[in-house]
T-cell receptor, first 116, second 113 residues
Framework: GAVVSQHPSRVICKSGTSVKIECRSLDFQATTMFWYRQFPKKSLMLMATSNEGSKATYEQGVEKDKFLINHASLTLSTLTVTSAHPEDSSFYIC????????????FGPGTRLTVL | GESVGLHLPTLSVQEGDNSIINCAYS??????FIWYKQESGKGPQFIIDIRSNMDKRQGQRVTVLLNKTVKHLSLQIAATQPGDSAVYFC????????????FGEGTQLTVNP
């Protein structure tokens, strides 16, 4: 149980284009989803917290107009990297928190974004 | 700011040995801790958690110890196997941070056959 999927697993795009990453909770309802980015050999950095039906809360230093987050349903959240640049290349990971469980987060497999 | 950190960035053990991965935290308000395992190119996988009202919790081959006096968390893996090779992260949650987790830097565990 508590499985989270992400799509795509890898994406390569040209600089200036936008990329959408989907995060789905497959067997549970996630009232809250989180988006992280991770650089090679580094830890996870929280980008934003997404609550179903409301605006995402972004961490300090994360541009909300560049990283658009939508959490339209209890099983789907999307992250759109707008006007991507090479410095946006990273490993993006989402997690979901079970409705009714306060603390535990279950992570997706991650999406490797490469911007050329 | 306050953060979670790990004592050793890398740990190499022989197959069958026990492994101990350490984590230091500095936020005394943290009330929940989790250990995650991350294999290369994959997302973190939940291993075990512990709340601040406990000092030990055991799972299958894993034990987490919490010492609130010195703000130290450890993950013990018994009879380490090659499949245990991965990066291990500790994460903490404070009561005032909602659901937000703060991750440590990670320890690369390598199990030699």
């Amino acid at each position: 149980g508590a499985v989270v999927s992400q799509h795509p697993s890898r994406v390569i795009c040209k600089s200036g284009t936008s990329v959408k990453i989907e995060c789905r909770s497959l067997d549970f309802q996630a009232t809250t989803m989180f988006w992280y980015r991770q650089f090679p050999k580094k830890s996870l950095m929280l980008m934003a917290t997404s609550n179903e039906g409301s605006k995402a809360t972004y961490e300090q230093g994360v541009e909300k107009d560049k990283f658009l987050i939508n959490h339209a349903s209890l099983t789907l959240s999307t992250l759109t990297v707008t006007s991507a640049h090479p410095e946006d290349s990273s490993f993006y990971i989402c997690s979901g928190r079970l409705a009714g469980e306060i603390d535990t987060q279950y992570f997706g497999p991650g999406t490797r974004l490469t911007v050329l | 700011g306050e953060s979670v950190g790990l004592h050793l960035p890398t740990l190499s053990v022989q197959e069958g040995d026990n492994s101990i991965i350490n984590c230091a935290y500095s936020n005394s308000a943290s009330d929940y801790f989790i250990w995650y395992k991350q294999e290369s190119g994959k997302g973190p996988q939940f291993i075990i958690d512990i709340r601040s009202n406990m000092d030990k919790r055991q799972g299958q081959r894993v034990t987490v110890l919490l010492n609130k006096t010195v703000k130290h968390l450890s993950l013990q893996i018994a009879a380490t196997q090659p499949g245990d090779s991965a990066v291990y992260f500790c994460a903490e949650k404070t009561g005032t941070s909602g659901s937000r987790l703060t991750f440590g830097e990670g320890t690369q565990l390598t199990v030699n056959p």
